[in-house]
């Protein structure tokens, strides 16, 4: 098992910020490629972005990109998500999940989730 555990989420206004963090390992963030998806009722889960862990490069779905970042903070061994000019449909439960494979943005080829984290975004 490899323990993940997400934070930060919230309720916010369309235009405002909310950074999610994604808890774990020293070992598992320096072995792992890493993914934060999104799922709304009703719907499959959704790509949000990635971090891949040999390479250290990241990829986000179109409709984050330019709006959220994904960095890594050492000192705490977190994964983090900075959601800015946060918008309703971006209203979601997020999770951050870890996998061994390269197609990070496919959600079957994850191994370990973390619980998920409600964010709300009012208009």
């Known amino acids: 098992q490899v323990p993940l555990m997400e934070s930060g989420g919230g309720t916010v206004h369309a235009g405002g910020s909310l950074r999610l963090s994604c808890a774990g390992s020293?070992?598992?963030?320096?072995?792992?490629?890493m993914g934060w998806f999104r799922q709304v009722p009703g719907k499959e889960r959704e790509f949000v972005g990635g971090?891949?862990?040999?390479?250290?490069?990241?990829r986000y779905a179109d409709s984050v990109k330019d709006r959220f970042f994904i960095f890594r903070d050492n000192t705490r061994n977190t994964m983090n998500l900075q959601m800015n000019k946060l918008k309703p449909e971006d209203t979601a439960v997020y999770y951050c999940?870890?996998?061994?494979?390269?197609?990070?943005?496919?959600?079957?080829?994850?191994?370990?989730w973390g619980q998920g984290t409600q964010v709300t975004v009012s208009s």
């Open positions: 971090f891949t862990a040999n390479r250290g490069d990241t």
């Open positions: 999940a870890v996998t061994r494979d390269i197609s990070i943005e496919d959600p079957g080829r994850y191994e370990y």
């Open positions: 020293e070992r598992t963030f320096r072995i792992y490629n």
